[in-house]
């Protein structure tokens, strides 16, 4: 009834095109539904409706069509597919659509529509170009934010200035801040602090107070303050007055800081705030990507300290592991050394005791080479078991007892590493055997089976606590604990029986 249709020469054609272009949509949608195509081309679907809808509104009176308002869903169409590009070339297309039709109007000596109505109509159309145009480019702009933080993976390199100065760029990217500072502190300590701008990364000397200090009632907040509104302090759900007296520090007014948006970093080991600063707009939603990039930034932080205890951690298991061996193989003879050197003193055979002197130390010198070798070598080489023989038996003569070996099977072999470790408690073994139960025999039995199991009996007089089962988690008081200590470290087990007939330890090492 209201801007009625008159299409009286064209109505034919008019239903014609309304019928077909109606049984298009639903062999499209169907296609879709059940999946008969996959996808169908932008272009293609795009294409149909702007010829369908531009033949529909040249039929049926030009620019003053009801059909007209159809071009709506062309223009949405237009702003998911290609954002406000599309926008603009179909809004082109419609103004080129406005002058074919006046100029037909003209040829047919038709009336045309006045030029009021016509601006009304055409300024229509623009209105809705314009604000489909603006929130496509809101769209691209988020979903490039979005592109953006989930391109950001950890960093490659191990260099901690490197890494924060990497860290806070591409937080700074994120908001297309100028930029960024995070200052944390670990279970409490000193405060640290690292800057990125002009395109570098700083790192601060650590100080007691925060070179930024947030108030109490915001210390667990995210807030902004905008260039545009700088009066106000805006949080996630509301808006604070007096923005200005929101910060204090020495950064406030060195940077300084105007405009910003900050959040609490609350990692597992790091506990802190991240201010990105300058160029920071005002939208909808950029509190929540600076919560969003803070976490980010706190999980790197998280990972840039458990890297670096983790390096502590293991430069002290490594240190701890040649203490163990200088124990169990340097101190061992230079203790023998000792006790010769002792007998020396006590008036004993001089020269038969300067010659055990003077073998334990070529021992020792050799066992140190070997360390060495040993060190630089590729530790996984598979090496005979056969090769422990030469080694026990110097480690017999060191320390004046019998000593047997008994290898199962005689051409089993091992890795390079668990030879040497393997020796190294076997050494341990025996000087604990002669030193501390006064053995004089001892037999060795090393079996290669699913695990490398390994017996020694002695006869001595035993330790002084009675028997002992070892756990592996349990550190045992006046025991040998290199022992221990190596099993543990290994994966393996370790059994220790003794008494006043003698000793006998068992330990079990998974192969390598």
Not at 28 to 45: D, I, M, P, Q, T
Request: proline share 4%; charged share 20%.
């Amino acid at each position: 009834m209201f801007d009625a249709t008159e299409p009286a020469e064209n109505a034919e054609i008019v239903r014609a095109v309304l019928i077909i272009y109606a049984w298009y949509s639903i062999v499209v949608l169907a296609a879709l539904y059940w999946g008969w195509v996959r996808k169908l081309s932008a272009f293609v679907a795009h294409s149909v409706d702007l010829l369908a809808l531009s033949l529909l509104t040249m039929l049926t009176q030009g620019i003053s069509s009801p059909f007209l308002v159809v071009f709506n869903f062309v223009l949405v169409a237009a702003s998911l597919r290609w954002s406000w590009r599309g926008v603009v070339a179909t809004l082109l297309l419609l103004v080129l659509l406005s002058g074919l039709s006046v100029m037909a109007d003209m040829w047919a000596s038709r009336t045309p529509e006045s030029p009021g109505q016509l601006a009304i109509r055409m300024g229509y159309l623009f209105v809705v170009s314009i604000l489909l145009g603006y929130a496509s480019a809101h769209r691209e702009y988020q979903h490039q934010r979005l592109v953006t933080l989930a391109r950001w993976g950890p960093s490659a390199s191990v260099d901690r200035a490197a890494v924060l100065s990497e860290t806070l760029h591409r937080a700074a990217e994120v908001l297309e801040a100028h930029c960024a500072v995070a200052m944390w502190q670990i279970d409490g300590g000193p405060w640290e602090t690292a800057i990125w701008r002009n395109g570098r990364g700083q790192i601060l000397t650590p100080s007691a107070q925060p070179p930024i200090v947030v108030p109490a009632t915001l210390a667990k907040a995210t807030f902004s303050r905008v260039g545009a509104d700088p009066d106000r302090l805006n949080l996630i759900g509301a808006k604070l007055a007096q923005a200005s007296y929101a910060l204090s520090g020495d950064l406030v007014t060195a940077l300084p800081i105007v405009d910003y948006s900050s959040a609490p970093l609350e990692g597992s080991n790091v506990d802190g705030r991240l201010f990105l600063i300058g160029n920071i707009r005002g939208s909808d939603d950029h509190l929540f990507v600076t919560r969003i990039v803070a976490d980010r930034v706190s999980a790197e932080l998280d990972r840039q300290v458990l890297s670096e205890l983790a390096t502590e951690r293991t430069s002290f298991r490594e240190r701890e592991a040649i203490a163990r061996d200088l124990h169990d193989g340097l101190l061992q003879n230079l203790t023998a050394a000792r006790a010769q050197l002792e007998l020396v003193q006590a008036g004993g055979e001089t020269a038969g005791q300067l010659q055990t002197i003077r073998d334990l130390l070529q021992v020792e010198q050799h066992r140190v080479r070997r360390f060495v070798e040993f060190i630089r070598s590729m530790e996984h080489e598979q090496e005979a078991l056969e090769a422990l023989r030469p080694h026990l038996e110097e480690c017999a003569r060191t320390w004046g007892c019998d000593l047997s070996l008994e290898l199962a099977p005689k051409s089993a072999r091992v890795s390079r590493r668990q030879l040497n470790d393997l020796s190294l408690m076997l050494t341990e073994t025996v000087a604990n055997a002669v030193r501390h139960g006064e053995a004089q025999s001892i037999k060795v039995v090393v079996r290669h089976d699913a695990a490398l199991e390994v017996e020694v009996h002695d006869d001595g007089r035993g330790f002084p606590v009675a028997t002992s089962n070892w756990p592996r988690d349990v550190d045992p008081d006046g025991l040998p604990k290199s022992l221990y200590s190596r099993a543990l470290d290994l994966g393996g087990r370790l059994r220790i029986l003794t008494s006043t007939s003698g000793t006998y330890v068992y330990f079990e090492l998974p192969l390598q």
